[in-house]
């Protein structure tokens, strides 16, 4: 079972995923674009398509000890809605990755923490809208989905139960 881990910025993602991944004792994937554009937050579309590349290859390489339970930080979600959000479209390639990867559920996380500012994030009063943007596409893509609230160890709580109900239904995509 995979379950990626998607939301606004400073939404607590990685946060949730080291929580998930200690609980369940299963592997974790990184955002690699924080690693990618450590030091230099000005990028171009060819950066953009360089992570997203990276991202799916370090997937596809988790992926291949057959774990039980892989939880991703991150994957071509939230790098399709950041392309589209700054370049004003997605590449083809990106939408046909996603119609056919790995079937996966999402955790998409509430922006109800408070911001964190770091280098890398840019959007400390636009979370809300874009956390629609996030529900939109996941309904619209058909996705299995879970959204997950509040804060610290109840956030995890909700995560853990949201979880179960998911493990009792079929995976989208």
Same mark, same amino acid.
């Given at each position: 079972?995979?379950?990626?881990?998607?939301?606004?910025?400073?939404?607590?993602?990685?946060?949730?995923?080291?929580?998930?991944?200690? $609980?369940?004792?299963?592997?974790?994937? @990184?955002?690699?674009?924080?690693?990618?554009?450590?030091?230099? #937050? =000005?990028?171009?579309?060819? =950066?953009?398509?360089?992570?997203?590349?990276?991202?799916?290859?370090?997937?596809?390489?988790?992926?291949?000890?057959? #774990?039980?339970?892989?939880?991703?930080?991150? =994957?071509?979600?939230?790098?399709?809605?950041?392309?589209?959000?700054?370049?004003?479209?997605?590449?083809?390639?990106?939408?046909?990755?996603?119609?056919?990867?790995? #079937?996966?559920?999402?955790?998409?996380? $509430?922006?109800?923490?408070?911001?964190? @500012?770091?280098?890398?994030?840019?959007? @400390?009063?636009?979370?809300?809208?874009?956390?629609?943007?996030?529900?939109?596409?996941?309904?619209?893509?058909?996705?299995?989905?879970?959204?997950?609230?509040?804060?610290?160890?109840?956030?995890?709580?909700?995560?853990?139960?949201?979880?179960?109900?998911?493990?009792?239904? #079929?995976?989208?995509?």
């Amino acid at each position: 079972m995979i379950i990626s881990i998607v939301g606004p910025e400073s939404s607590g993602k990685t946060s949730l995923a080291e929580a998930l991944a200690l $609980h369940f004792d299963a592997p974790w994937l @990184p955002e690699y674009a924080r690693e990618y554009l450590e030091g230099r #937050p =000005d990028y171009v579309e060819d =950066d953009l398509e360089a992570i997203a590349r990276e991202q799916v290859s370090r997937e596809q390489g988790i992926m291949e000890g057959n #774990p039980e339970l892989v939880i991703l930080d991150t =994957d071509l979600v939230v790098i399709a809605i950041w392309w589209a959000e700054v370049f004003g479209h997605v590449p083809d390639w990106v939408s046909h990755h996603l119609e056919n990867q790995a #079937p996966r559920s999402y955790l998409l996380v $509430h922006p109800d923490l408070p911001w964190e @500012p770091d280098p890398l994030r840019v959007s @400390p009063h636009d979370r809300d809208r874009l956390f629609g943007l996030y529900q939109s596409f996941l309904r619209k893509e058909g996705f299995s989905v879970a959204e997950v609230s509040g804060q610290g160890e109840a956030r995890v709580a909700r995560a853990l139960s949201a979880l179960s109900e998911i493990r009792s239904r #079929p995976v989208g995509k």
